[in-house]
């Protein structure tokens, strides 16, 4: 399995709570996020949905999809949330919140492997692409959001 480990930075003019509840909220980041193409609620949590386990199915830039489950493992409140992937992907992503003069700063760490057999085959060559298009993936999720909370 071939290792990655991204960190993805995003400023936000609008109030946390906002933000947070945007992110939190999986069942609806197709309506916002362009690369969503589907997420199915699994398994329901607890009152704070820990232990929910969501189906996510990504549209990339380049030609392929990806689908694994998340489950949301751990959360503070207004300041982190961390989820255990698993299936296409393993690993752990971890959102951190925060703000800055009137400003949301979200920092999103993901440590994942892949399980596809054909990216394993070529991640020594085709590292650097699926660098970019996680980047790609990542920044249209910055652009929808960013209109979102400027509509609403």
């Known amino acids: 399995m071939a290792n990655y480990h991204f960190t993805t930075n995003w400023r936000f003019d609008a109030p946390l709570e906002r933000v947070w509840q945007e992110i939190k909220t999986m069942g609806r ?8 193409a589907k997420v199915e609620l699994l398994q329901p949590g607890d009152a704070n949905e ?22 949301l493992i751990s959360e503070e409140k207004h300041r982190r949330m961390e ?20 400003a949301t700063l979200v920092r999103y760490d993901w440590m ?18 699926f660098e970019w298009n996680h ?15 400027t509509r609403r």
């Open 29 to 36: 980041w197709p309506e916002w996020w362009r690369y969503v």
């Open 50 to 71: 820990i232990g929910a386990v969501r189906r996510i199915t990504w549209r990339t830039a380049l030609p392929y999809t990806l689908t694994f489950d998340s489950e």
């Open 83 to 102: 989820g255990r992937a698993f299936g296409e992907l393993e690993g752990t992503g971890i959102w951190t919140f925060s703000t800055e003069n009137g």
């Open 112 to 129: 994942v492997k892949t399980t596809k057999p054909w990216m394993n085959f070529l991640a020594p060559v085709a590292r650097p692409f």
């Open 135 to 149: 980047d790609r993936v990542m920044q249209a999720g910055f652009e929808g959001l960013t209109e979102r909370l």
